[in-house]
């Protein structure tokens, strides 16, 4: 059982570049979600998707867009990177919302704008 | 809003030390509490949970009792080893928006080093 797959698990950007980072999760969750972890500050959320079809801005939206794909996938996108993107990003998915059971993370993408 | 706040780190300790990490939150209605850890290089693991008052959550030797008086979900642990060596982070969901989505909300992190 995989759980929630990301990629890639490291990616080198120039400021201005484009790029997308996947999330694919194989246990049925309904609700998928993007994090960025910067030091000291914990994890903020990004975006959300509280089903197949609907997505909604998290805490720190600006600079980026999402997909959700299908229930498995959503991805991330940077438009034009920026170095205050620099960051490490996890996806997560929640059975009903997380409230029994909490969110299940990937293993993450540490991004490094320059 | 909801929040969490846990105390600064790092934590040292030697080798079978007790182990406290205090967190305490702010929110509206019954949030459900959850401690997470995460392992240097990696993702986050869930460690316990705990989702109405005066629960406890335990797993590997880690305890955290939901205290609704006290706004405290607080973790301790009776005998540290080295291999615990970890950053550890305090989260809640409560309700939000419309589309009844609930969102995981984050303390800051302490960062926990065992020294054998």
């Known amino acids: 059982n995989a759980g929630v797959t990301q990629t890639p698990k490291f990616q080198v950007l120039k400021t201005g570049q484009s790029m997308t980072l996947q999330c694919a999760q194989d246990m049925n969750h309904n609700s998928m979600y993007w994090y960025r972890q910067d030091p000291g500050m914990g994890l903020r959320l990004i975006y959300y998707?509280?089903?197949?079809?609907?997505?909604d801005k998290g805490e720190v939206p600006n600079g980026y867009n999402v997909s959700r794909l299908n229930k498995r996938e959503f991805s991330l996108r940077l438009e034009s990177a920026a170095p205050s993107q620099t960051s490490v990003y996890f996806c997560?998915?929640?059975?009903?919302?997380?409230?029994?059971?909490?969110?299940?993370f990937g293993s993450g993408t540490r991004l490094t704008v320059v | 809003g909801d929040s969490v706040t846990q105390m600064e780190g790092p934590v040292t300790l030697s080798e079978e030390a007790f182990l406290t990490i205090n967190c305490t939150y702010t929110?509206?209605?019954?949030?459900?509490l959850f401690w997470y850890v995460q392992y240097p290089g990696e993702g986050l693991q869930l460690l316990l949970k705990?989702?109405?008052?005066?629960d406890k959550g335990s797993n590997k030797g880690f305890e955290a009792t939901y205290r609704k008086e006290t706004t405290s979900f607080h973790l301790e642990k009776g005998s540290v080893q080295v291999s615990d060596s970890a950053v550890y982070f305090c989260?809640?969901?409560?309700?939000?928006?419309?589309?009844?989505?609930?969102?995981?909300?984050f303390g800051s992190g302490t960062r926990l080093l065992v020294r054998p």
């Open positions: 997560a998915s929640s059975l009903e919302g997380g409230r029994s059971y909490g969110y299940t």
């Open positions: 998707s509280a089903s197949e079809g609907t997505t």
């Open positions: 989260a809640l969901i409560s309700t939000g928006g419309v589309d009844s989505s609930y969102k995981l909300i």
């Open positions: 929110a509206t209605g019954y949030p459900s």
């Open positions: 705990a989702t109405k008052a005066d």
